[in-house]
């Protein structure tokens, strides 16, 4: 149970820290762009805009997981005493070993790729007119890098270990993992579909209007005021599990409201992500928290819901505290937090 907690914590519970950039990177952002584009039509939020502090995060959330595992999981659990069997370790096959070769040779061209286009200062992912990293045609097509990141290397592995022998396979391959991105494209849809009705109905606008002039009158600054919609979010976050369909129902309202402020919508966003992070592990409405009680029932039958809650409480609040005075530290220190991602925002 120790284990599983740890892993559960790392994954989920620190879901937004990641070194490299993630899928609900550009998922996130888009929606920032549409909600902040209720004041500024022309507003772009890159899917990198929280990359500095999200991967300078993942370091946080390992130290303070290892120390709570380390003081309170490992020690409240004590020695295993059931029945399960230690799992034994497969040793991998002639072709599995020659399948993982090749996807990291295929890595490594596509890092290249990348270096020898981005670094140069004429680089041939860099735009001629503005040879900027920030307005670079990768960093415009970060979705369609994580693609290739992702295909490029599952396809030298699939035939060099001869999962796939056709392409048939790899169709077949492909169409069950789309069975898996229904539920997204569902949720997409209609995300669009409330965002531009939002939009149209000038609801956002008001909101953010009246919103920002209360806010105003009451003096708080930036960082009461993040404080706040960190806790506003995880109070949310008990009753919608789905990071992106929370945010399709607060960015219309936070981001342009915070604009009118001078905080920015990747500030926004980053405190968002935050607060939405740590409650995945206690909220039963996780997607993943019925697996993980599933697991826990095989070491420990008599495992709850209320079993799970109770392991994972510590992470939560440890990485609420832990990353919310990192926040607050970075606001402070005036840090971007991402490539061209300032804190404040000034209307033009």
């Given at each position: 149970l120790a284990g599983l907690a740890i892993c559960f914590a790392g994954v989920s519970g620190g879901f937004a820290a990641n070194i490299l950039l993630s899928t609900a990177d550009p998922l996130l952002s888009g929606i920032s762009q549409e909600a902040a584009r209720i004041l500024n039509k022309d507003y772009i939020v890159t899917p990198v805009s929280n990359w500095y502090f999200m991967a300078t995060s993942s370091i946080l959330i390992v130290g303070v997981g290892t120390f709570i595992?380390?003081?309170?999981?490992?020690?409240?659990l004590g020695d295993y005493k059931g029945d399960v069997p230690r799992s034994q370790l497969i040793n991998l096959t002639g072709e599995e070993k020659r399948g993982l070769l090749w996807a990291a040779v295929v890595t490594l061209f596509l890092i290249l790729f990348l270096v020898l286009g981005l670094v140069p200062i004429d680089g041939y992912l860099r735009d001629p007119a503005s040879p900027d990293v920030l307005h670079s045609a990768a960093l415009k097509g970060v979705v369609a890098i994580i693609f290739l990141f992702g295909a490029l290397p599952g396809l030298a592995y699939g035939f060099a270990s001869k999962t796939f022998k056709g392409q048939n396979d790899v169709m077949n391959a492909m169409q069950d993992a789309m069975v898996t991105m229904a539920p997204y494209?569902?949720?997409?849809?209609?995300?669009?579909?409330f965002i531009t009705l939002f939009n149209h109905s000038n609801m956002g606008l008001i909101l953010a209007v009246k919103g920002s002039e209360m806010l105003k009158a009451s003096g708080l600054g930036s960082i009461p005021l993040m404080l706040g919609f960190?806790?506003?979010?995880v109070v949310l976050d008990l009753v919608i599990g789905s990071a992106s369909a929370k945010w399709v129902l607060m960015a219309p309202i936070f981001v342009p409201m915070f604009m009118l402020l001078g905080i920015s919508p990747e500030l926004t966003q980053a405190s968002y992500r935050v607060a939405?992070?740590?409650v995945n592990i206690i909220s039963p409405l996780m997607s993943y928290f019925p697996l993980i009680l599933s697991f826990?029932?095989?070491y420990e039958p008599r495992a709850k819901v209320g079993t799970v809650i109770a392991l994972m409480?510590?992470?939560s609040i440890g990485f609420l505290i832990s990353w919310s005075i990192m926040l607050l530290i970075w606001m402070g220190m005036d840090l971007p937090l991402g490539p061209?991602?300032?804190?404040k925002y000034l209307a033009p």
């Amino acid at each position: 149970l120790a284990g599983l907690a740890i892993c559960f914590a790392g994954v989920s519970g620190g879901f937004a820290a990641n070194i490299l950039l993630s899928t609900a990177d550009p998922l996130l952002s888009g929606i920032s762009q549409e909600a902040a584009r209720i004041l500024n039509k022309d507003y772009i939020v890159t899917p990198v805009s929280n990359w500095y502090f999200m991967a300078t995060s993942s370091i946080l959330i390992v130290g303070v997981g290892t120390f709570i595992a380390n003081k309170i999981t490992i020690p409240f659990l004590g020695d295993y005493k059931g029945d399960v069997p230690r799992s034994q370790l497969i040793n991998l096959t002639g072709e599995e070993k020659r399948g993982l070769l090749w996807a990291a040779v295929v890595t490594l061209f596509l890092i290249l790729f990348l270096v020898l286009g981005l670094v140069p200062i004429d680089g041939y992912l860099r735009d001629p007119a503005s040879p900027d990293v920030l307005h670079s045609a990768a960093l415009k097509g970060v979705v369609a890098i994580i693609f290739l990141f992702g295909a490029l290397p599952g396809l030298a592995y699939g035939f060099a270990s001869k999962t796939f022998k056709g392409q048939n396979d790899v169709m077949n391959a492909m169409q069950d993992a789309m069975v898996t991105m229904a539920p997204y494209l569902v949720l997409v849809f209609f995300a669009s579909q409330f965002i531009t009705l939002f939009n149209h109905s000038n609801m956002g606008l008001i909101l953010a209007v009246k919103g920002s002039e209360m806010l105003k009158a009451s003096g708080l600054g930036s960082i009461p005021l993040m404080l706040g919609f960190i806790l506003l979010t995880v109070v949310l976050d008990l009753v919608i599990g789905s990071a992106s369909a929370k945010w399709v129902l607060m960015a219309p309202i936070f981001v342009p409201m915070f604009m009118l402020l001078g905080i920015s919508p990747e500030l926004t966003q980053a405190s968002y992500r935050v607060a939405d992070s740590v409650v995945n592990i206690i909220s039963p409405l996780m997607s993943y928290f019925p697996l993980i009680l599933s697991f826990a029932i095989k070491y420990e039958p008599r495992a709850k819901v209320g079993t799970v809650i109770a392991l994972m409480l510590p992470y939560s609040i440890g990485f609420l505290i832990s990353w919310s005075i990192m926040l607050l530290i970075w606001m402070g220190m005036d840090l971007p937090l991402g490539p061209g991602a300032a804190l404040k925002y000034l209307a033009p």
